[in-house]
């Protein structure tokens, strides 16, 4: 037994005994004795939690491993001596004593000198995790939707018993009053991250087309606290589910200086709760003074405008000439017309009818007789040079027959079979060119020169041939007429 503790009964001192009664501060004041006592000095690595500086100085923490939790406390003279700024998420290594705090009955480490250690396992988590997440393109600015500018329907995501909700609704009735639907969810702790991502999957399912309207915009949104507290936002199923929502989505979640990973998968981050109602409607009356001022506004230029227009079509009408002196130059001109018109006329029938009388003087019948005596020369003298353009036409064509008439002759198969060929033909007349058309027996006739004679096809060698016989001499050809033109005995010759 330390001396620091009073002298106590033995474990078998009668219930009746007189054993020494101590009163709860004497008993909190022997702990805490005992407990400076036994670690006056000690040095401990741990990840910082729930950090939070007081208004006078002094900051207060947790110090965390994986199975143990250790308030922590750092009075004003230290925290200035530190060389660093304590965060949540961060590895430490603490110089200090253990003491007790005797109003709430805890045990807690005075720190005096702090180092930092490394980042912390959920710190490192939750980086590690953030890079993933940007790799797959969830953080792009070029996923992020506008949030509408007046929502009809603003979904909530939050706590339903929480502030958060209260300031939610307390700011859209100040700034806009809407039509506010709450999802309610558990914000912290186990099944926190199913139930929001759940809310924010359910909002996007409504299709608006029954009882339940379909909300313009949402807001997830939750009060501050240590990252263990705002675990559940770092959750991929939240931040994936944050990414993939149809809806315009409003993260607040924490205050200002807290970052989840859903404020980079949101549409929009707010700083605070209140802040996301802010950012999620105009205020009413900023709109009405703006919409009165635009009219007021409207009305003056367009009274500007009118009376602009006026100056601009009395300016341009003062240039232009009266209507009367317009019609009267016209009408001067129409009765000038008019008078012209009748002179006009009567002249124009005078030279018409002049050049009709040159016309019927010109027409006689000795000039009808000269021109026709001349028109008869011509024809005679185009007779008498048509007779032997005639004749000499005709004596070519006739010369261009005959050269075709010999050409003809020449090429023609009977000049051929006067050379000792002939022309075998079968019964239909058609003509044989190869042995292969005729069989033995077949009737063919053999066309010679001088006649046609019938034969029948034979196999075999042929029999010996006889001795030949002077040929017959052949008539002399009598020469064919010569085609001369047939003169035009109503034609007279010209040599």
């Not at 939790?69 to 009075?75: E, S």
């Not at 608006?208 to 939750?222: E, F, H, Q, S, Y």
């Not at 008869?376 to 006739?398: F, H, K, V």
Request: hydrophobic share 40%; glycine share 10%; charged share 25%.
């Amino acid at each position: 037994m330390s001396d620091n503790w009073p002298d106590m009964p033995g474990d078998d001192a009668p219930s009746g005994s007189n054993a020494h009664e101590f009163t709860v501060s004497e008993l909190s004041g022997a702990l805490k004795r005992s407990v400076e006592d036994g670690f006056g000095h000690v040095r401990v690595r741990a990840e910082l939690s729930g950090v939070k500086r007081a208004a006078s100085g002094h900051v207060y923490f947790s110090l965390k491993d994986d199975s143990a939790v250790l308030d922590g406390v750092c009075w004003r003279g230290s925290a200035q001596r530190l060389a660093f700024v304590p965060e949540d998420g961060l590895e430490v290594i603490c110089t200090g004593k253990l003491t007790t705090y005797p109003a709430r009955s805890k045990y807690q480490m005075v720190v005096e000198h702090m180092e930092p250690a490394g980042a912390g396992a959920l710190m490192a988590l939750l980086e590690e995790r953030k890079k993933k997440l940007a790799a797959e393109g969830l953080f792009d600015a070029e996923r992020k939707r506008p949030i509408p500018f007046l929502p009809k329907v603003i979904g909530v995501v939050t706590s339903p018993t929480g502030a958060v909700i209260r300031d939610i609704l307390h700011r859209l009735s100040d700034r806009f009053p809407r039509h506010v639907l709450v999802w309610p969810v558990l914000v912290q702790g186990e099944g926190a991250a199913a139930q929001v991502a759940a809310a924010i999957k359910g909002f996007n399912a409504i299709d608006g087309k029954g009882a339940m309207p379909r909300p313009d915009v949402l807001i997830v949104a939750r009060g501050g606290g240590s990252i263990e507290d705002l675990w559940a936002f770092n959750e991929e199923v939240v931040v994936r589910a944050a990414a993939e929502s149809d809806i315009p989505l409003i993260s607040a979640v924490g205050h200002e200086t807290d970052t989840t990973l859903i404020d980079y998968a949101s549409d929009l981050r707010a700083p605070t709760p209140t802040g996301a109602a802010e950012k999620a409607v105009p205020v009413r009356e900023d709109l009405r003074f703006t919409v009165a001022d635009l009219g007021r506004r409207l009305e003056g230029q367009r009274m500007l405008m009118v009376r602009d227009r006026q100056e601009r079509l009395t300016g341009l009408a003062r240039g232009l000439p009266s209507p009367k002196d317009i019609l009267g130059l016209a009408q001067q001109r129409w009765d000038d017309l008019s008078e012209r018109l009748p002179r006009g006329l009567m002249a124009a029938a005078q030279i018409k009818s002049a050049q009709l009388n040159r016309l019927v003087g010109g027409l006689s019948a000795g000039r009808l007789k000269q021109l026709a005596a001349y028109r008869g020369e011509q024809l005679e003298g185009t007779s008498r040079r048509l007779n032997p353009a005639y004749g000499r036409r005709l004596e070519d064509l006739a010369a261009r027959l005959q050269a075709s008439g010999r050409m003809l002759d020449s090429l023609s198969y009977e000049r051929v079979l006067e050379r000792g060929y002939a022309l075998v033909e079968d019964a239909g007349g058609t003509p044989v060119t190869k042995s292969a058309q005729l069989q033995a027996g077949d009737a063919v006739s053999v066309r010679f020169s001088d006649g046609v004679r019938g034969m029948q096809v034979q196999d075999g060698e042929l029999p010996p041939p006889a001795a030949p016989t002077p040929p017959k001499a052949k008539k002399a050809a009598k020469p064919k007429p010569k085609l001369e033109p047939k003169k035009d005995e109503r034609q007279g010759s010209l040599l």
